[in-house]
């Protein structure tokens, strides 16, 4: 497999998850904003979740950058 079809495949892998992580991170969110609209303190679990999703995504995010600037080098030079 070539370079250019390896990126895109890891490009879209980054993508999907992504996108998992952001459904995962959905369900914390939704009970802490209720706890908040509620005037009680969250779950320490929601909000341990809730920061582990958010870093996930912040670290997958940054990668898929990283990727989609090789694949548009790549791109640029043919």
Do not use: H
Not at 6 to 15: G, M, N, T, V
Not at 25 to 50: C, G, W
Request: charged content about 40%; proline content about 1%.
């Amino acid at each position: 497999m070539s370079r250019k079809s390896k990126l895109k495949k890891a490009i879209q892998d980054r993508e999907v998850e992504i996108r998992t992580y952001e459904l995962k991170r959905e369900r914390s969110q939704t009970a802490i904003i209720r706890a908040m609209l509620n005037n009680t303190k969250p779950a320490k679990e929601d909000v341990q979740y809730f920061n582990l999703f958010s870093d996930l995504i912040d670290e997958t995010r940054k990668s898929l950058r990283m990727l989609n600037e090789e694949f548009k080098k790549l791109t640029e030079k043919e």
